[in-house]
Structure formats: C-alpha cells, structure tokens
C-alpha cells in the first residue's frame, strides 16, 4: 500500500503542536470511532485534561497511545512524530546523540526511541520470506582490533545475509546476527527468513550445505576475483552495510547490532519508495505493540 511523500515543510505543518499529533493517531487508531479495547463498546467519555477516553459501558479509561509504541512515553507526541521523521528522511540514518539534539532529550532516551523504531522495523520485515533466485553468504561485522583477521577475529560478530536476485537488481533482503556459522544457525536463518525450495546460491562452505534439505541449493567454489558474478547482489548489500555503520555510527558493538541490521534492512527492502518511509514508519509506530524500555 502507498503511503503520501513526506517533506520538511509538510511535515512541519501537519505536526505542529501537540493536538495536531493527538488528533493524527486519534483518527489512524479509530479510524470510525472509539473502540474499547475491553468490551468493544463505541461510546465514551472524554477526559480531556488527561488525555484519557472512558468506556460508557465497561468504565475503562484508555489514552490513545495504549496499544502503540508511544505506550507510556513521558516525551511529548511532537518529539516522538519528529524523531519518526528524521530517522526516516535521512538515508544514512541518525545517531542517538545528533537525534536528542534535535528534539531536545537526553542522549538515553533518544537512544532509547531508536531502539524501539529500529525493533519496529525489524518485526514489520520479519513477517516477509525470500522467494526465487536467492543469493547467501556470510559476514564479519566489527570494529577493527589486534589479532587474527577473518573468521574468528576477535570484537566482530558473524552475520547471515540473504538477498533476491532480480537479474538487474537486487530484491528484499534479510541479515540476522549469529554466534557461529554452523549448520544449527543456517538452518534456523533459512526456515525463518526464505520460502520453502527457493533456487538458493551461495559459495561452497561447509556450514551451509544444510540448506540443501529445503531449497535447491547451488554451491560454488569461487576465487575471489569471480565470486561478483556469482554473488553479485549479496555483496553490494555487504558493502552498502559496512558503508551504512560506518558512515553514521562509526562502528557498531555487537551488542546493538541486530538494531543496526534491522534499520538497514529496513531502509533497503524501501529504497524504491524512499520518500514514503516517514509515513510508513509513523503508521508502524501506531499499529505496533509497546516495546519494552529494557
């Protein structure tokens, strides 16, 4: 479904003061009216000086963020709406520090609204599957330390990685931390993230001939030279990621990083419709579940 562009000034406009935001969310959560979220009941109260809407039935009183992510937020809608949006119209993503400028918080709760968009985004991508020609392979994703390089470096975590083939492009993506490349995470990335007996390339590691139980799989031995005409698409994703957490971020720790991933993933499933993201992004905020602030 299309979503309306967003641009700076339109954006500003439409958000301007707190009862614009309040009355935005009010109209895509009840879209024909109140509902009670108890008894289904379409009539209420409103307590206007707590922002609340009291069942005419059942008497629960509700706000209109329960249900959503702004669920139990102590910021205002105004900043939760513009930290939508300039994680949104940037590209190259926005750090927690340059966000809780921009809005006006603290670095640990800008940090925190980014967790809960970039968990957002990740859940929204997860109920999609590869399909067709696919393109896997592995990652090393870290900051760079001392020691042995490759596989086994220290400071830097394994990645799973999965992208359409689309011939002259590439199509959705999907990219998972996992503690080790073994057949157990293989299997468990391929089931969640691919459809079943879906052409999969890839090169020939051992590790992951087990996809070869549910997909047609195709294994290549391939010098380092060639390995762009056989994993063309994958590779760019690789490349455009490592670009992406350096760019902004200037390196991710591991333990933040499937965040990263998701945001990425994210970005690159809509680049087509770029534009598009600050509103599909507030529309997820308001369809998805409270996300702990843990």
């Known amino acids: 479904m299309n979503m309306p562009e967003a641009s700076f000034l339109a954006w500003q406009q439409q958000f301007s003061t707190e009862d614009d935001c309040l009355e935005y969310l009010k109209e895509m959560k009840w879209p024909n009216g109140f509902i009670c979220p108890r008894c289904g009941n379409d009539h209420s109260y409103e307590i206007k000086s707590r922002h609340l809407y009291e069942c005419t039935q059942c008497k629960k009183q509700t706000s209109v963020t329960a249900g959503t992510l702004f669920h139990g937020s102590r910021i205002t809608l105004i900043q939760w709406f513009w930290a939508i949006y300039f994680l949104g119209s940037d590209k190259g993503s926005i750090s927690a520090l340059r966000l809780s400028k921009l809005i006006e918080v603290n670095w640990r709760t800008a940090r925190l609204i980014l967790k809960k968009l970039r968990r957002a985004m990740g859940h929204r991508d997860s109920l999609y599957q590869l399909s067709c020609t696919i393109e896997l392979d592995d990652a090393l994703v870290g900051g760079r330390q001392k020691g042995k390089r490759g596989r086994g470096a220290a400071g830097k975590k394994n990645v799973l990685i999965a992208c359409e083939s689309k011939e002259k492009k590439a199509g959705f993506i999907a990219m998972e931390v996992v503690d080790s490349i073994c057949h157990f995470s293989v299997d468990k990335f391929v089931k969640k993230h691919l459809k079943r007996s879906q052409i999969v390339h890839s090169d020939a590691l051992p590790a992951l001939n087990i996809i070869d139980q549910t997909q047609h799989y195709e ?76």
């Open 219 to 294: 294994a290549r031995v391939t010098p380092s030279y060639l390995v762009d005409e056989w994993l063309p698409w994958v590779h760019i994703a690789i490349g455009n990621l490592k670009t992406f957490l350096l760019g902004t971020f200037h390196g991710v720790s591991g333990k933040y990083l499937q965040e990263y991933l998701d945001e990425f993933c994210y970005r690159f499933n809509r680049r087509f419709i770029e534009k598009q993201i600050p509103n599909r992004l507030l529309n997820l905020a308001i369809i998805h579940v409270p996300v702990k602030s843990t």
